[in-house]
C-alpha cells in the first residue's frame, strides 16, 4: 500500500477523499486516496488515486500510474461489475451511510497490456479477476 491506504488480513483500504453520487440513478464519482505499488526487480508501478466512475455505460476504476517516480498517465485500471441496485437507493436523510457490497472488479484489458509492457512480462490479461469490492462512505441525502 502506498499513501494512506493500508492492507489488513488480505484487505486492501483507500479512503474515500471526495464525490458526488446521485442516489436515484446510481451514477456518480468518488474519489479515494492512497493507492498500491507493484515492483519487480528495479522497477516500481504505482497506481495511485482511485476514482469510481459509474456515470458512462461501465463502472470503471481509473487510477494515476506512476512508473519509477515518473507520471504516465491516468488510465482505466479495473472493470466493476456492480451488484443488482433497486432504484432508487435509500438516500439518508442529513448525514449517512452509502454502502454497495459485492462489487466484482476486474482488471482492465488496457491496464493488463500496460503492466505487461512495463515489466515484460505476459501474466497479465484484461479480466482477471481482482477479488470483490464494498464501497462504504459517508454521504449526504436531502
Known sequence: PIGSSWIKNGVAYFPV???????????????HRGGLAL???TTVVELAD???DTSGGAPVLTGKVIVNDSFVARIP??????PALTLPLAAPRGWGQL???GVKVTLNAGAAAALNGVFNVTAFA?????????????????
Open 126 to 142: 484484461g479480466g482477471i479477476p481482482i477479488g470483490e469490492a464494498t464501497v462504504k462512505t459517508f454521504a449526504f441525502g436531502h
Open 50 to 52: 482511485f476514482l469510481i
Open 39 to 41: 515492483t519487480a526487480g
Open 77 to 82: 485500471l479495473f472493470d466493476l461489475t456492480l
Open 99 to 101: 454502502k454497495v457490497p
Open 17 to 31: 477523499a471526495d464525490g458526488d453520487f446521485d442516489f436515484a440513478t446510481a451514477k456518480g464519482e468518488i474519489s
